[in-house]
Nanobody, 125 residues
Framework: QVQLVESGGGLVQAGGSLRLSCAASGRTFRNNAMGWFRQAPGKEREFVAA????????YGADSVKGRFTISRDGAKNTLYLQMNSLKPEDTAVYYCAASTYLRGTYSYSGAYDYWGQGTQVTVSS
């Protein structure tokens, strides 16, 4: 059974940092597309960042570029999202996702077959 389990969320003051982790089990995703999405209350799920098999990365909204960094550890089968200079508008539930077959970087949720349960990130002003 494939599982993605996020961790690392929490409450942080504006300007602070958090590192989210997404541990995969049941199969390896080291050569597959993986990504992070987020959903704030009352809003649609939003693409945050993606990483492909080659290590290529892409980011979503301009507001996260330069502040968030996506990475992966293939040996640990784990995806990360380093978030710096956090802002109150970053408050959301953050989800990791993985694709069964795709290997590039994808910003649309339909590219991903597996999803984690989400981890809450709350940034206070």
């Amino acid at each position: 059974q494939v599982q993605l389990v996020e961790s690392g969320g929490g409450l942080v003051q504006a300007g602070g940092s958090l590192r989210l982790s997404c541990a995969a089990s049941g199969r390896t995703f080291r050569n597959n597309a993986m990504g992070w999405f987020r959903q704030a209350p009352g809003k649609e799920r939003e693409f945050v960042a993606a990483i492909g098999w080659s290590g290529a990365v892409t980011y979503g909204a301009d507001s996260v570029k330069g502040r968030f960094t996506i990475s992966r550890d293939g040996a640990k089968n784990t995806l990360y999202l380093q978030m710096n200079s956090l802002k109150p508008e970053d408050t959301a539930v953050y989800y990791c996702a993985a694709s069964t077959y795709l290997r590039g970087t994808y910003s649309y949720s339909g590219a991903y077959d597996y999803w984690g349960q989400g981890t809450q990130v709350t940034v206070s002003s």
